[in-house]
């Protein structure tokens, strides 16, 4: 698809699998009302990939199409959609921005949700998501289970050695990080926080990771972090181990500003965060490199109400949203936030998560009749 006349940014879509695809497209219905200065190219939803093309053509589809947008806005995949990968990785999208900010309206489980509003700073590219994994044999086969220590007890203390590293039927899987890719996650992360401390935020950085049991990986993380937060002044710093920082998110979310987190605890801890605003329906999400970024919400596909009808777009376009303000275009932004925040403060037409009986296309609808 070419871009429209005059067009000055463009934007990829790639609607994704299962739900996802409902979101996406009620999503574009509200940008294409809006008449932006920016030429859409919409690929097929992920059951259309299959049908159309070799997963092949597909994922090479993929990969041409972030290489000539300025961004993509994604839905999110189960695996059917192919190449997704080369977003994040083939990109290098190595910060992974989950802003949590609840909205009247929104359907909190919390006694107190006014003021929850931080951003968790996901690490996108390492930890255990490089996926790899084995039979624990391999790991015997290394000499790595030769080490005098596991589990914090001395190979004498464990009945039978470590023998059941080459002999009982057993898995592994990699946790690693890179010291440049931890530094330049936590310098984005610093001056994230330093942007906010502008805009009256704390200009606070919160780091956790489950230090004290992995103290040369989840450790290290955070003494980087550390080490990056001392060189900016205004960003005061502070860290918790994984599952204290857990209990905090619920039962102090107000005292966060910024967060960064390893990929696995940032993937967990935001559907947690998204829990106390009101559900994964009102989390978005965007992933940037160094000179390109992508946008989707932090759910998945939501598999269970897929062909529904009801799943609530408003994590896609609170992508959308971020995307905007990616793109330039601030005051479209602006009036697309303003617009869903319309909708929930008149709370007449939302979504069943939300406990309304709207369609996603109903409260894609109520958000164009609320833009200005
Ligand atoms: P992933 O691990 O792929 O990121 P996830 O755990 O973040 O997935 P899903 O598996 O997509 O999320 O959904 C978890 C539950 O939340 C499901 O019951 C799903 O229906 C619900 N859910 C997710 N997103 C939405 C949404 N936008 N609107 C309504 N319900 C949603």
Redesign the pocket.
Known sequence: MANSPGAQSTVGVLPGD???PE?VHASMTVLQAMELPIGFEVLPDGADFAARMSREEGTQLVIDTAERCDTVLFG???GQTPGVGYFRWGKQTFANVRPIKWRPGFRSPMAQPEGIDYIIVRENLEDLYAGIEGDLSEVAASGLADRPRFGGVSRTQVPGGFSHFAEAEGRYAIKYFTRANVERVAHFACRLAQQRKAEGYPGKLTCSAKTNVLSRTDGWFVEIAAEVASGYSDVEFESFIADDFARRLVASPHDLDVVLLPNLYG?IFS?EG?GTIG????APSGCFGEDWAYFE?????????AGMH???????MLSAVMMLHHLGHHDQASALESAIDAVYAEGQTL???QGGSAS?EDFAQAVIDALP
């Open positions: 299962d739900a996802a979101a999110s995949t189960n993937d559907d998204a559900g994964l329906g009102l919400s932090v759910h998945g596909t939501a598999p269970d109400i009801r799943i609530n777009p408003t994590a896609t979504t069943p998560d996603t």
